[in-house]
């Protein structure tokens, strides 16, 4: 179970992009949407959880230039409410690349001591349950403006 924390850990510093060959147009804005399912163990609280992600947002992704936008939403109906889904926007496909290689050089310039670095995703590990990624295309025509 650490072994998988440990790797949800360390994609989530990846902020969990992968690069494969796009086809087709690139009109339209390319979205990333990744959904935690997270839970408060003992040792934790919301308020902690809530300062983590605050922390790397503020640290890493309001500074990333190939961002556009990123919307943090939590689950608020139905049987189980641990879901937090992270839906980000970017302007083409290659940004969603070249925003990995940027969040890397961020998260090593906001946590520049790799045991501290190391300390945070630990402290994020401890609340992760599990995550899915996908990635979206906007359809221009049918988007309402």
């Known amino acids: 179970m650490k072994t998988i ?3 949800v850990g360390a994609l989530f510093i990846m902020t969990l992009f ?3 060959a796009a086809f ?11 959904t935690w399912k997270l839970q408060v163990p003992q040792d934790g609280t919301r308020a902690e959880l809530n300062g983590l992600m605050k922390e790397f947002s503020e640290k890493v992704v309001l500074k990333n230039e190939k961002i556009i936008s990123e ?3 939590h689950h608020i109906s139905g049987a189980d409410l641990r879901d937090l ?3 980000t926007e970017y302007a083409n496909w290659n940004d969603i690349d070249a925003a ?7 998260v090593e310039t906001a946590w520049s001591n790799e045991d ?4 945070f995703f630990k402290n994020w590990n401890k609340y992760v349950i599990t995550h899915s990624d996908e990635i979206y295309q906007e359809i221009p025509e049918l988007a309402k403006k």
């Open 71 to 73: 919307k943090v939403m």
């Open 24 to 34: 087709g147009q690139d009109d339209g804005h390319y979205y990333t949407v990744t």
């Open 18 to 20: 992968f690069t494969t």
């Open 100 to 106: 990995s290689t940027r969040q890397t050089e961020l």
């Open 116 to 119: 501290e670095r190391n300390a």
């Open 5 to 7: 924390k440990s790797l």
């Open 85 to 87: 889904v992270i839906i």
